[in-house]
């Protein structure tokens, strides 16, 4: 079975500060998967990211995969209020055909995260 | 129009009931989803299906059964309903990459 922990679980923050949210397994995915949810709506998906090192970058946003493709991170610079919400991150099992975890998502608990004005 | 509908929105039912969420996606993904999400817990798997003939356990199967009807509409039905079953579920599908794309929720509440 492949984990998934996130941290932290909460996080409580002001306007204009730095966050980083971190998601790490001893398992290797296929590629890692961040998403943002808000209340009473699905999760949406953020960025994928694939290669090992890989580094993405969507605005203030920025996601980045373990060279070892084991772990991952979201970095926000100068957190704004709309930032306010609950991010997942997720792994996606191995790309062999025919093995348990195949094409399957694995979720973190997840990171509420809430900006003060 | 969303790409993935799940009805209804909100349902309360008492233990030991049938009930059945269902589930529409417009995207022609051949891959489907249920999930469920418990404060704390994230999203668990209930079931995925990869074609309209295949369906399979995700990890958290017990209690539950799906029906994948065609393409488009995949529904999960809880035989006999119980608190701990209270929870948001989710529906979702996925391209051939992994890009995983959420309906709305469906909230249970059992009594």
């Known amino acids: 079975t492949q984990l998934l922990e996130q941290s932290p679980q909460f996080l409580s923050i002001q306007e204009g500060e730095n966050l980083t949210v971190y998601c790490n397994s001893s398992?290797?995915?296929?590629?890692l998967q961040w998403y943002r949810q808000e209340p009473g709506e699905g999760p949406v998906l953020l960025v994928t990211?694939?290669?090992?090192?890989e580094v993405k970058k969507l605005k203030r946003l920025t996601f980045q995969f373990g060279d070892a493709r084991k772990d991952s991170s979201l970095h926000i610079t100068a957190a704004q209020t709309g930032d306010t919400g609950l991010y997942l991150c997720a792994g996606k099992g191995p790309a062999n055909a025919g093995g348990t975890s195949y094409g399957k998502l694995t979720f973190g608990q997840g990171t509420i995260l809430t900006v003060h004005p | 129009d969303a790409d993935v509908t799940q009805t209804p929105r909100n349902r309360i039912t008492k233990t030991g009931k049938r009930i059945m969420l269902e589930c529409s996606q417009t995207?022609?993904?051949?891959?489907m989803y249920w999930y469920r999400q418990d404060p704390g817990l994230g999203l668990q798997l209930i079931y995925y299906s990869f074609d309209v003939k295949d369906i399979n356990k995700g990890e958290i199967s017990d209690g539950y059964s799906v029906s994948r009807q065609a393409q488009a509409k995949f529904s999960l039905s809880l035989e006999s309903a119980i608190p701990n079953q209270t929870a948001l579920y989710f529906c979702?599908?996925?391209?051939?990459?992994?890009?995983?794309?959420f309906g709305p929720g469906t909230r249970l509440t059992v009594l």
């Open positions: 979702a599908t996925s391209d051939f990459k992994g890009n995983t794309f």
């Open positions: 990211v694939v290669t090992g090192g």
């Open positions: 995207k022609g993904h051949d891959r």
């Open positions: 398992s290797v995915f296929s590629s």
